[in-house]
């Protein structure tokens, strides 16, 4: 098997190419056989090598190698205008000079249904003759057969006047000498691949098997946007979201595993994947159910590689314990700075949680929350739970009446990991610093005007 992801270089990989690459990718793998990765840069005005780098760095991180390439199809040029030549020496194809209102008057005459048949001419663009009677079908692994009359297909133009040549027949001759058997892409391109199929047939080539995937839909069941949220994968990456976790849910969009498993190593994946498992309707992508799994992903990681993970995505060092303690709350690597930041900058300035906790009873809470912490012998998550426990008994308080306070007093608002891992982590020292410092600006926030 020899299958190939072939991406136009004409901006970042977004999402939707992301699962194409995964799936032709785990279908590679899963047969043993290769993946081949063209890119597809004939758009001259759109093409750039910035954008080629980006999809590159995408699929490193994404961690999907290829077996050959990647071949920039700007480079195969000289192959393209010997089939060109090969269609015109053969008469498959025409020099045409015909205009956009040479089609449309045609149309007038033989009927808009009519698929427009144009004059051979000494030279302009190259048509592709379309043969008459006939149908084209595109028998897929995925969608079935489609079936195009050729009444109704226009000659489709595979070159330019200038010699150089459209999408569709580069495509096809590629596909060809790449000898892929299975060409795997998105459902948009299935308007395409008849004019591919009857390039391939006037070349005399064998076409491969086609499977066109189901669209990317958001969670509203529109056409994948912006709007639903990171487009592109290295919006995922910056987003703070693990390549294996990614992998997993793209698996998931439009193919299911025989027993519905939603968590699959990349392993499984390879083991499980199969055409026959795609489905015809559009797939949903979810940034909360991928948030979710990633989630699931994190927890998954030994404490040491979470830290490496944070660390390498924060920039920070010494994040080990607070990545600990911070685990069960995050979803993604950027949660964690918006969670535990403070335990490294300072107490967040919150205002609103100042006043809603560390005033009347609340302040009082956190003296006395101070005192016992100061006397404790020890100071882990256990010693400092019995220590905040004692004041919850003397005061006959509810626990969020002393943790809160607390919690505002060292971290400077009312989110953080575990307040017994949290003020366990800051350590003795700098977390009476900090108590200190917040009933300090409780009595001078209490101090008469002019004292």
Known sequence: MRVRFAPSPTGALHIGGA?????????????????????????RERSSEENVEQILDALRWLELDWDEGPTMQSSLAGRHEQALEQ???????????????????????????????????????????????????????????????HAHMDDPVIARADGSVLYNFAVAVDDSDAAITHVVRGNDHLSNTPKQLLVLE??????????????????????????????SVQELRAAGFLPEAVRNYLALLGWGSVDDATVLSTEQLI????????????????????????????????????????????????????????????????????????????????????????????????????EALARSADFDEQAVERALAEVLTRRGAKPREVYQPVRVAVAGTTVSPGIFETVAVLGREETLRRIDGALSRIRGDAAPAGA
Do not use: M
């Open 19 to 43: 699962r194409t690459a995964l799936f032709n990718w785990l279908l590679a793998r899963h047969e043993g056989g290769s993946l081949i990765l063209r890119v597809e840069d004939t758009d």
């Open 87 to 149: 269609l015109l020496c053969e008469g498959h194809a025409y020099r045409s000079t015909a205009t956009a209102e040479d089609v449309r008057a045609y149309k007038e005459i033989h009927g808009h249904q009519r698929g427009f048949r144009g004059d051979p001419a000494a030279d302009g663009a190259v048509r592709l003759r379309v043969p008459e009677p006939g149908v084209t079908v595109v028998r897929d692994a995925i969608l079935g057969d489609t079936t195009f009359d």
């Open 202 to 231: 006037a070349l005399g080539a064998r076409p491969p098997v086609y499977a066109h995937l189901p669209l990317l839909h958001g969670p509203d069941g529109k056409k994948l946007s912006k709007r639903h949220g990171a487009a």
């Open 271 to 370: 083991e499980r994947f199969s055409l026959d498992r795609v489905s015809r309707n559009p797939a949903r992508f979810d940034e909360a159910k991928l948030r979710w799994l990633n989630g699931i992903y994190l927890r998954a990681l030994d404490p040491q590689e979470l830290t490496e993970r944070l660390e390498a995505y924060t920039g920070r060092r010494g994040l080990g314990p607070a990545a600990v303690i911070s685990r069960e709350k995050i979803q993604t690597l950027h949660d964690f700075w918006p969670l535990a930041g403070f335990i490294f900058d300072g107490p967040a300035g919150d205002l609103a949680a100042r006043e809603r906790w560390l005033t009347g009873d609340g302040a009082s809470a956190l003296a006395e929350a101070r």
